[in-house]
């Protein structure tokens, strides 16, 4: 995988802005800092992914897809942040 | 001398096929109604008034909004008019044009996200306006503009168009 084209980048940031929780609020940051947050986080994802994947067990690690392992951090990241509500709760 | 102060209900806004704020409802105790500007697409609405009593002089927009997430940043808000004279006016009503735009920057004010604040746009191209002509009012959130910073949706509460009667 490699970073997201500027598109992408600008369209995670825009769609960021519409769906923001407010029971977490903004940051106290502009426009454009948000959208170097994007960035970063994207950089960050792309320099870290290799380590992230060492990380799994190997049964998941071979058997799951990009796009399975990124739910699956994605979802962990979300409930870390309280952001995920499960039916349990 | 007086001045006449006429009402731009979010709820009576009409708007184009494409670029048009979303409309919102919440609040905890009484309902807050409002159009959600976006913040990197420039989205507009539009309403339809007749001057009465208009007399001269720059019209006065008062446009009352709230962040939806932000604390900090500018807000870019830009008004058009387009103004027909009934009966004399024979401008194809279906394409007349827009005036030059008129625009205000306002800066959220901190501390509590979802405050009140009014930004004011004085308009001064008023497309040759005069008493009892009918006047469409562009509103719109000028999002792409590089002096528009604050993040998230800009939520317009209620806005108002006042002048004078002399």
Redesign the interface.
């Known amino acids: 995988m490699a970073v997201m084209d500027t598109t992408n980048r600008l369209r995670t940031w825009s769609q960021a802005m519409r769906d923001w929780p407010r029971t977490v609020g903004m940051p106290n940051v502009t426009k454009t800092e948000l959208r170097a947050a994007v960035n970063a986080t994207d950089d960050w994802l792309e320099a870290n992914q290799p380590s992230f994947n060492a990380a799994l067990p190997l049964s998941f690690r071979s058997q799951a897809s990009v796009a399975q392992k990124t739910f699956l951090f994605s979802y962990t990241a979300m409930r870390r942040a309280g952001l995920l509500k499960a039916q349990e709760d | 001398m007086a001045t006449v102060t006429q009402q731009l209900d979010p709820g009576a806004a009409q708007f184009l096929s494409t670029a048009f704020p979303a409309f919102v409802r919440t609040g905890a105790n009484f309902p807050v109604v409002g159009l959600a500007f976006?913040?990197?697409?420039d989205e507009a609405a539009f309403w339809l008034i007749r001057a009465v009593n208009y007399g001269s002089g720059n019209l006065t927009i008062h446009t009352d909004w709230y962040?939806?997430?932000?604390?900090?940043?500018d807000v870019v808000w830009e008004s058009k008019l387009a103004v027909i004279t009934p009966d004399t006016d024979t401008q194809d009503v279906e394409t007349k044009a827009l005036a030059t735009l008129n625009t205000v920057t306002d800066t959220h004010l901190?501390t509590v996200?979802q405050r009140l604040h009014r930004a004011i746009i004085t308009v001064t191209n008023l497309d040759a306006l005069a008493a009892n002509d009918d006047v469409w009012v562009k509103l719109t959130r000028n999002a792409v503009n590089v002096a528009?910073?604050?993040?998230?949706?800009a939520i317009l509460t209620l806005a108002t168009v006042s002048y004078s009667d002399v």
Not at chain 2, 67 to 73: E, K, L, N, Q, R
Not at chain 2, 148 to 153: F, H, I, Q
């Open positions: 976006d913040a990197t697409l962040a939806d997430v932000a604390s900090t940043g901190g996200g528009d910073t604050m993040a998230g949706d």
